[in-house]
């Protein structure tokens, strides 16, 4: 491992980034429409974030062609009303 030669902590290799961006969210009241939903290709990984309030309703959408990048195309709705 070279972790530690890129000054890297044991805590940040060891820490899963997912679980601290859903207790970010949550603890400021904050959704996530995209989670659990693939976003990059190479992967099975959400990278791309669109964060709401959590009253606001969504409807959400990875639209599954990838249009030259390594990126799905992300589309929300925000519903007023």
Known sequence: MIWWMMGFSPKEIF?????????????????????NKQTFAQRNLQLDHIIVPKKLKTNSTVIDNLY???????????KFG
Do not use: Q
């Open 15 to 35: 820490t899963n980034e997912r679980d601290e961006f859903e207790k970010v969210f949550r603890s400021n009241n904050l959704d996530n429409p995209l989670k």
């Open 68 to 78: 030259g990048s390594d990126h799905y195309p992300i589309l929300v709705e925000f």
